[in-house]
Nanobody, 122 residues
Framework: VQLQAYGGGLVQAGGSLRLSCAASGRTFSSYAMGWFRQAPGKEREFVAVISWSGHSTSYADSVKGRFTISRDNAKNTVYLQMNSLKPEDTAVYYC????????????????WGQGTKVTVSS
């Protein structure tokens, strides 16, 4: 599975962005997908994950109620809608995939996109 993340950019605090992650491969619909982020000088952290069916999701407490993860298996794409952005959301955002059930640990994801940078100005 190859992943291509895009949609990052510069936005003011309170604004919105939608990240997309396009996947190649016929097995996308059987893979759990996740978004993780890494801020400068910090370790990569979990943001949101979604089951292969799209029926189950989980979010980090820091983004709950502001971010929404979704997927379109017909388009082999997973999305991260980010609203009410804060300066502390500034990071490089990575999409990742794994077969089977989703997990909050990035160490269990086998496939990674190249990352897309999100900068939120105050």
């Amino acid at each position: 599975v190859q992943l291509q993340a895009y949609g990052g950019g510069l936005v003011q605090a309170g604004g919105s962005l939608r990240l997309s992650c396009a996947a190649s491969g016929r097995t996308f619909s059987s893979y759990a997908m996740g978004w993780f982020r890494q801020a400068p000088g910090k370790e990569r952290e979990f943001v949101a994950v979604i089951s292969w069916s799209g029926h189950s999701t989980s979010y980090a407490d820091s983004v709950k109620g502001r971010f929404t993860i979704s997927r379109d298996n017909a388009k082999n794409t997973v999305y991260l809608q980010m609203n009410s952005l804060k300066p502390e959301d500034t990071a490089v955002y990575y999409c990742a995939s794994k077969p089977g059930a989703y997990n909050l640990s990035d160490r269990l994801y086998a496939y990674w996109g190249q990352g897309t940078k999100v900068t939120v100005s105050s």
